[in-house]
T-cell receptor, first 111, second 117 residues
Framework: DQQVKQNSPSLSVQEGRISILNCDYTNSMFDYFLWYKKYPAEGPTFLIS?????DKNEDGRFTVFLNKSAKHLSLHIVPSQPGDSAVYFCASSGGYQKVTFGTGTKLQVIP | EPEVTQTPSHQVTQMGQEVILRCVPISNHLYFYWYRQILGQKVEFLVSFYNNEISEKSEIFDDQFSVERPDGSNFTLKIRSTKLEDSAMYFC???????????????FGPGTRLTVT
């Protein structure tokens, strides 16, 4: 079964500094990786994605890095802002198939 | 900006009752999904739907569950006889499909909180 793991349940970062959220996966057949942000009682909000043929994708303050040999990806947020405080989910997809979510990392950005 | 909408936001029902959760996906999207999140757990896939048929379903999506696209805009999830363990947030999602800028990125609705008593 596809497995996506986020080993850090929480992270605290000072405003203006870099937030780095990590994710590991077990299935080399994943085509696509995504990061979602979620506030309590709301649906996941799509942030950024990366195809398995790339190793970096950048969108404004958000950059995702993919290390296929290590089966690891990370999300960098620079600079971190208080409004970034939320739960961040790493997810994987084989295309139009289901998205498999990790357990999430709760980010707190301290003003 | 177009968004996925879901109704109701909160549904309370008694065990054994049927519920229908409704979703309006983004209008030009072709692939539709239902997920759920039990309190304290991760978001889990239930079912995907394309071209008026189920394309994939999880072990959770048993005979008590069904999906339908009754018209050109709505996408529904029906639970025939609810159980206590069906209490969860249910999220609808959609994606554009082939040949678009973001073919695989799924966009989620705000969710329906289902409480089975």
């Amino acid at each position: 079964d596809q497995q996506v793991k986020q080993n850090s349940p929480s992270l605290s970062v000072q405003e203006g500094r870099i937030s780095i959220l990590n994710c590991d996966y077990t299935n080399s057949m994943f085509d696509y990786f995504l990061w979602y942000k979620k506030y309590p009682a709301e649906g996941p909000t799509f942030l950024i994605s990366i195809s398995s043929i790339k190793d970096k994708n950048e969108d404004g303050r958000f950059t995702v890095f993919l290390n296929k040999s290590a089966k690891h990806l990370s999300l960098h947020i620079v600079p971190s802002q208080p409004g970034d405080s939320a739960v961040y989910f790493c997810a994987s997809s084989g295309g139009y198939q289901k998205v498999t979510f990790g357990t999430g990392t709760k980010l707190q950005v301290i003003p | 900006e177009p968004e996925v909408t879901q109704t109701p936001s909160h549904q309370v029902t008694q065990m054994g009752q049927e519920v229908i959760l409704r979703c309006v996906p983004i209008s030009n999207h072709l692939y539709f999904y239902w997920y759920r999140q039990i309190l304290g757990q991760k978001v889990e896939f239930l079912v995907s739907f394309y071209n008026n048929e189920i394309s994939e379903k999880s072990e959770i999506f048993d005979d008590q569950f069904s999906v339908e696209r009754p018209d050109g805009s709505n996408f529904t999830l029906k639970i025939r006889s609810t159980k206590l363990e069906d209490s969860a947030m249910y999220f609808c999602a959609s994606t554009e499909g082939m040949g678009t800028r973001a073919p695989y990125e799924q966009y989620f609705g705000p969710g329906t909180r289902l409480t089975v008593t």
